[in-house]
């Protein structure tokens, strides 16, 4: 045999070697390497996360790891790893799921109607990275409440409920962040103006706003009972609402889960800066958090003469409104008999 026989030879199975060796690869990285039954699931890379987390992350949701890994190396993902949220879907392949990796998918948070800064704090640090005592304590931030004309009291009011597109890695601060812009996206020029109108700030509206919010779920109602709380702050007359009253039970007794259906005459004299019975004007803080229509109502209220209200037994979740006292009395003695027959006590 000659030599260049021999060379051909050898070249034969050097590239037959290449052939095969190249169909292996291309299978391990373009075969399914999923192991979960879902259509789909996210895996959540905390931040500065190493590989090797990462690997222990994703290992329950691939099949075979070393292919993962063996396609991970050749991408330079262990140099380049990202935190974040990621979406695996079944039957993915070996490169999919490493491209995966390097596509965070942001989360759709929502929050509404929070009583608290810290149960708004544990609400958001249930839906992304940043766990609710380090987003409480940049709420808090004093330079940062002093620089936006908050203090603690009312910091509530900067939160507009809504749902919002932000990435689950996103920090406490860049939370805060994206908050405050929402909250000056919001309060444009035409409702600061709105606001100012009714002799009302944007904080103040908030705080008016979550009083409306509490006194009816039903939204066509709301700027109603805005006017009738509206007329009595022009008239001096204490706004006399009662979720303010139950807002400050709550506090005093630090027990916020507990459920209040009816307020009696002694929660009335009470000392607290939230009773509206004993302070006249605005408490100093928002009792929950408004939803917008609340805050509509306030900014667009219904003109009318009444200046009282309460629980209709006709039109559940409904009020009856009155202009004089001796009206009012006639439709709170028909409420109290009815609340009474209920058995209700607290």
Same mark, same amino acid.
């Given at each position: 045999?000659?030599?260049?026989?021999?060379?051909?030879?050898?070249?034969?199975?050097?590239?037959?070697?290449?052939?095969?060796?190249?169909?292996?690869?291309?299978?391990?990285?373009?075969?399914?390497?999923?192991?979960?039954?879902?259509?789909?699931?996210?895996?959540?890379?905390?931040?500065?996360?190493?590989?090797?987390?990462?690997?222990?992350?994703?290992?329950?949701?691939?099949?075979?790891?070393?292919?993962?890994?063996?396609?991970?190396?050749?991408?330079?993902?262990? @140099?380049? =790893? &990202?935190?974040?949220?990621?979406?695996?879907?079944? #039957?993915?392949?070996?490169?999919? !799921?490493?491209?995966? $990796?390097?596509?965070?998918?942001?989360?759709?948070?929502?929050?509404?109607?929070?009583?608290?800064?810290?149960?708004?704090?544990?609400?958001?640090?249930?839906?992304?990275?940043?766990?609710?005592?380090?987003?409480?304590?940049?709420?808090?931030?004093?330079?940062?409440?002093?620089?936006?004309?908050?203090?603690?009291?009312?910091?509530?009011?900067?939160?507009?409920?809504?749902?919002?597109?932000?990435?689950?890695?996103?920090?406490?601060?860049?939370?805060?962040?994206?908050?405050?812009?929402?909250?000056?996206?919001?309060?444009?020029?035409?409702?600061?103006?709105?606001?100012?109108?009714?002799?009302?700030?944007?904080?103040?509206?908030?705080?008016?706003?979550?009083?409306?919010?509490? @006194?009816? =779920? &039903?939204?066509?109602?709301?700027?109603?009972?805005? #006017?009738?709380?509206?007329?009595? !702050?022009?008239?001096? $007359?204490?706004?006399?609402?009662d979720p303010t009253v139950i807002y400050a039970i709550k506090k005093r007794d630090n027990d916020f889960d507990q459920v209040i259906k009816r307020v009696f005459y002694n929660d009335l004299t009470m000392t607290s800066p939230y009773n509206t019975y004993m302070n006249t004007g605005l408490p100093p803080g928002p009792?929950?958090?408004?939803?917008?229509?609340?805050?509509?109502?306030?900014?667009?209220?219904?003109?009318?003469?009444?200046?009282?209200?309460?629980?209709?037994?006709?039109?559940?979740?409904?009020?009856?409104?009155?202009?004089?006292?001796?009206?009012?009395?006639?439709?709170?003695?028909?409420?109290?008999?009815?609340?009474?027959?209920?058995?209700?006590?607290?």
């Amino acid at each position: 045999m000659n030599f260049k026989k021999i060379i051909s030879i050898v070249s034969v199975v050097i590239v037959t070697g290449l052939i095969v060796y190249g169909f292996i690869l291309i299978k391990q990285i373009f075969s399914a390497n999923t192991k979960f039954t879902e259509q789909e699931v996210f895996v959540y890379v905390p931040t500065d996360a190493s590989y090797e987390a990462v690997k222990k992350i994703v290992s329950p949701y691939v099949e075979n790891i070393d292919r993962f890994e063996m396609v991970a190396n050749k991408m330079s993902y262990p @140099e380049n =790893v &990202k935190s974040g949220r990621f979406l695996f879907t079944k #039957g993915m392949n070996s490169y999919a !799921l490493v491209k995966a $990796m390097r596509a965070n998918i942001p989360v759709k948070l929502a929050f509404n109607n929070q009583e608290r800064l810290e149960n708004f704090a544990g609400r958001v640090g249930s839906q992304i990275e940043a766990d609710s005592l380090s987003l409480l304590t940049s709420f808090k931030d004093s330079i940062f409440l002093k620089e936006n004309g908050f203090n603690e009291e009312n910091v509530l009011a900067m939160f507009i409920p809504n749902t919002y597109e932000i990435y689950w890695n996103t920090s406490a601060v860049k939370f805060r962040e994206k908050m405050i812009k929402e909250y000056r996206n919001f309060w444009n020029t035409e409702r600061v103006a709105k606001a100012k109108k009714q002799g009302l700030t944007p904080i103040e509206a908030t705080i008016l706003a979550s009083i409306v919010h509490k @006194e009816s =779920v &039903k939204k066509d109602e709301r700027p109603r009972i805005a #006017g009738v709380y509206l007329n009595r !702050l022009r008239v001096g $007359m204490p706004l006399q609402a009662d979720p303010t009253v139950i807002y400050a039970i709550k506090k005093r007794d630090n027990d916020f889960d507990q459920v209040i259906k009816r307020v009696f005459y002694n929660d009335l004299t009470m000392t607290s800066p939230y009773n509206t019975y004993m302070n006249t004007g605005l408490p100093p803080g928002p009792i929950a958090m408004p939803d917008i229509t609340a805050l509509e109502a306030v900014l667009n209220p219904e003109k009318n003469d009444f200046l009282y209200f309460c629980a209709s037994v006709d039109r559940f979740g409904y009020h009856e409104f009155a202009a004089t006292l001796k009206e009012h009395n006639v439709n709170a003695k028909k409420y109290s008999d009815w609340i009474n027959s209920q058995g209700v006590k607290r």
